[in-house]
């Protein structure tokens, strides 16, 4: 079985560490995990890795956020991978800090990166790792938010976090969405 895992994120080093970049700090640390290393290839970062026999084409994007889809969709293609065995692992202003959820389907909810891969990808049917970066910002400062970093009391809780994110994406590769939700939904 073959697993195409992709972290949301902006490249540049402007974008790093940033809340709307999570996706690519989880995936980050699964590759690092498992061994592995990024090379740039087409439209994205990609690791290859293997993990209690299943192969995990890891990737991230270098479309931006925005077109996402566009590295997704052809990843897909060329890998022949099934949306059902697809994750992406994104940022979620509606969940607190720290919150993680994973989902087997459903909306964009107005995030750009997942709008993308709904239009390009051919629908909503595809598995999701919800980071919460929470909603605390003023109106009309979302974008700001977004791509601002962590302050440095949600420094200290990332790495536990972004561990239970790895954690979750090996979870879904070895008994799936739907049993990784029972497990790790609370």
């Known amino acids: 079985m073959k697993y195409l895992i992709v972290g949301l994120g902006n490249i540049g080093a402007e974008y790093?560490?940033?809340?709307?970049?999570?996706?690519?700090?989880?995936?980050?640390?699964?590759?690092?995990?498992?061994?592995?290393?990024?090379?740039?290839?087409?439209?994205?970062?990609?690791?290859?890795?293997?993990?209690?026999?299943?192969?995990?084409?890891?990737?991230?994007?270098t479309t931006y956020m925005n077109l996402s889809g566009k590295a997704v969709n052809y990843w897909m293609k060329e890998l022949k991978v099934l949306p059902e065995n697809v994750?992406?692992?994104?940022?979620?202003?509606?969940?607190?800090?720290?919150?993680?959820?994973?989902?087997?389907?459903?909306?964009?909810a107005g995030h750009n990166g997942l709008k993308s891969i709904e239009e390009l990808c051919g629908g909503q049917n595809y598995a999701r790792l919800r980071f919460g970066i929470s909603d605390n910002f003023r109106k009309g400062m979302?974008?700001?938010?977004?791509l601002g970093h962590f302050d440095k009391d949600e420094q200290k809780e990332l790495p536990t976090l972004i561990n239970r994110g790895v954690s979750m994406i090996k979870s879904f590769a070895t008994i799936g969405a739907a049993q990784t939700m029972t497990l790790f939904n609370k």
Do not use: C
């Not at 993990?51 to 994007?61: D, S």
């Open 87 to 108: 994750l992406v692992v994104v940022d979620d202003l509606a969940l607190p800090l720290g919150k993680l959820r994973m989902k087997l389907q459903g909306s964009s």
């Open 16 to 61: 790093a560490n940033t809340r709307h970049n999570i996706g690519f700090n989880i995936v980050d640390e699964l590759v690092k995990d498992l061994g592995g290393d990024f090379d740039l290839l087409k439209l994205a970062y990609y690791a290859e890795v293997g993990y209690r026999g299943k192969k995990l084409h890891v990737i991230k994007p």
């Open 142 to 146: 979302q974008a700001d938010y977004v």
